[in-house]
């Protein structure tokens, strides 16, 4: 599976000088730690040293963000109005659903979920069943 990983750069003039920070950000890491990604401003700000109390940055979140050498389903969600931080969040999030599942349908039953829809079904319903109930609000 190809990672996703994206360069991001933010090109903004500040006090009479042109500047372009950037960095390469993998997107996969953020998910599995945060199961979402962070604001790719900020990540750009603090990867390049720029203080968060300063009118540069405060200038620099002006700016377009430009993104680059995107590799894995991440360039999917790159278009010219920018990237779809909250589309790809989603598609990740059903991408790893999947794959638990089809462990699950493998170890347990010895079936591909896309041989059986009925077993697809199943375990999409109890793992819903299982997000809602850890959802909901405790207490009488």
Not at 34 to 56: F, V
């Amino acid at each position: 599976m190809t990672k996703n990983l994206m360069k991001i750069s933010l090109p903004f003039s500040f006090k009479g000088a042109n500047l372009r920070p950037g960095c390469t950000i993998d997107l996969d890491r953020h998910m599995e730690r945060d199961e979402a990604l962070p604001c790719l401003y900020t990540h750009i700000a603090d990867d390049c040293g720029i203080d968060p109390y300063s009118h540069q940055r405060d200038v620099m979140m002006m700016g377009t963000l430009e993104f680059d050498e995107v590799t894995g389903f991440a360039g999917d969600f790159v278009h010219e109005a920018g990237f779809d931080s909250e589309g790809f969040e989603r598609e990740w999030l059903e991408r790893r659903l999947r794959r638990n599942l089809e462990g699950i349908a493998l170890r347990y039953m010895g079936k591909a979920l896309a041989d059986d829809m009925a077993l697809n079904d199943a375990l999409r319903a109890a793992y819903a069943l299982g997000s809602d109930r850890h959802r909901a609000p405790q207490g009488r």
